[in-house]
């Protein structure tokens, strides 16, 4: 997946928004909470959020870490786009955004 296809991707999910946060970073947010972030210089590298039970599994290879500056054992950083294919990609972005919507309020949850 590159930059385009996951901002494709991240766009057609509901009621998301995208902006540039920290110079350089495409943040994807639902109801002002981001669940998806990635990196605009050099290779494709994006911090999801993750259940806390699957993260000791996913930073087991060298390709996906703990993204810094977020919530410990709940965000990694995948710093290979080719890690995953497009359909899992799609997975753990819809479950990062899922993870995300679940925590808001009712009267911020799209749909």
Not at 47 to 55: G, H, I, N, S, T
Not at 67 to 92: C, K, L, P
Request: net charge negative; charged share 25%.
């Amino acid at each position: 997946m590159n930059i385009e296809e996951l901002r494709a991707f991240c766009l057609g999910l509901p009621a998301v928004t995208e902006d540039i946060k920290w110079v350089d970073n495409l943040v994807f947010s639902v109801a002002g909470k981001m669940f998806c972030l990635a990196g605009l210089d050099g290779p494709l590298h994006v911090a999801l959020k993750v259940p806390e039970e699957q993260f000791d599994d996913l930073t087991v290879s060298g390709d996906i870490i703990q993204a810094s500056h977020f919530a410990r054992r709940q965000w990694i950083a995948v710093t290979d786009e080719t890690r995953f294919s497009r359909a899992e990609w799609e997975h753990y972005i819809r479950q990062s955004y899922g993870l995300v919507v679940a925590k808001l309020p009712k009267k911020y949850r799209p749909g």
